[in-house]
């Protein structure tokens, strides 16, 4: 990606922007690039606010949220966009990003990114990136934009434009910013439909279990909740924020009215500076409701046999996958205990130096779905999950996040998560079968897991 040196104008001056702006555009064909990032520092503002006000005020329903502890990216609109299906999906998208990101002309501080959201199974589902025409990342107090545009189609000033409508939202955000609705006083429904199947599947994993044919099988149950007046898309995400803090907070949409959020504690890659991360998360027990309470369970997670080997069988899938690629991971000797608010769980972090670079959708496609989300073997989990689970999980349990320039980006697993769709929302929760397990206590499983959406809907 070629990059330019820093801009220095008066953002104020509509005429100098248009003067320099045109030069970037110049530059940038004479280079033999198809797109533009100006990069633009902003005052201190809440990435999330920022985000809701430009989709207000451009009418873009497009957008990626994510936000982990450190850094906040949100975007919106798209200037080049990919939808994709079938079994190349992953390397379709690093095409694609490949494509366009090496085509970008960026003016610093611009870190132009590409965003993907894949479904869980290839054939269903959405599987897209896109090249935003607004991003926002903030890191401690610094708080960056980038705008894009296509230079084929794109004048100075569309780009201004662009920018004006940044000052919009801030001034909108600032004067008027939106409140945050309380939670919904959401009770569980009756589940008696979904609790038979559950309990009946379960029932059969461990028959197969027993007969070896797996050594694992994560299932998950379905919830639809349905709110007359509809469901606030951004009410839940700062719900969300404040209550799982120490969780990835995300949201991705394509078509007004239909987003896919949540609060996942688990990283599935990350690649940054040579060094590849990912989380190994399986085991589970709720929060007790007093420090003793918490306590003894704590122990009960850490100490049980069941959960230790559950949680073993991710961490060897994840150095197996890894030694494919030549990495050697380095593996903490335990375990530690990741607390949420409804639920902890036992937690290995992997690193693995790169022997060579590679691109971090390859890391993807190597590591989804892990047993965490599917099952061991990954082919015949995936083969009775087909059979089991009469629901499709559309962007549950998937990989969603984000592509640098230079191949490198993080992904997070979309668990914990809800499908908003008008006046519905779909839940998801899944539980990984292995022997010993217990179906009532995997049910049981499964409802902790809902309460991170319920406790959060607006």
Known sequence: MPVSLPLTFDLASESEFYTQVSAGM???????????????????????MLLAGLMQVSGESEHFYLEQAGEIVAACGAVATRSVQGHQRFGELQRFSEQILSRVWAIAPA?????????????LGSNWGFLPRWQVIQRLDQVWLTLSCALETSTPHRLWQDWQLVQ???THILADPPPCPPP????????TE??????????????????????????????????????????TLQNLRQQYANCYIFSVGQERQQVFLGASPERLVKIADGVLCADALAGSRPRGQTQQEDQSLRNGLYHSPKERYEHQVIVEFLCQTLQQFGMTCEVPPKPHILELSHIQHLQTLIQAPLPQPIHILQGVAALHPTPAVAGYP??????????????DRNGYAAPLGWVTPSGEGEFIVGIRSAHLQGNHAHLFAGAGIVKGSHPEREWQEILWKFQTMISALA
């Open 26 to 48: 110049q530059a940038a064909q004479q280079a033999n690039c198809q797109f533009l990032s100006l990069g633009i520092s902003l005052p201190t503002v809440d990435p999330l």
């Open 111 to 123: 870190e132009p990114r590409l965003f993907c959201q894949f479904s869980f199974w290839d054939h």
């Open 168 to 170: 919009r939202a801030l």
């Open 184 to 191: 919904l006083a959401i009770a569980l429904p009756p589940l």
């Open 194 to 235: 979904q609790y038979g199947q559950f309990i009946t599947s379960v029932q059969q994993a461990l028959k197969l279990l027993e007969e070896g044919d797996l050594e694992k099988l994560v299932l998950a149950a379905a919830l639809t909740l349905e709110q007359p007046q509809g469901f606030n898309w951004l009410g």
């Open 378 to 391: 990954a082919s015949r989990a995936q083969d009775w999950l087909r059979q089991l689970e009469p629901f």
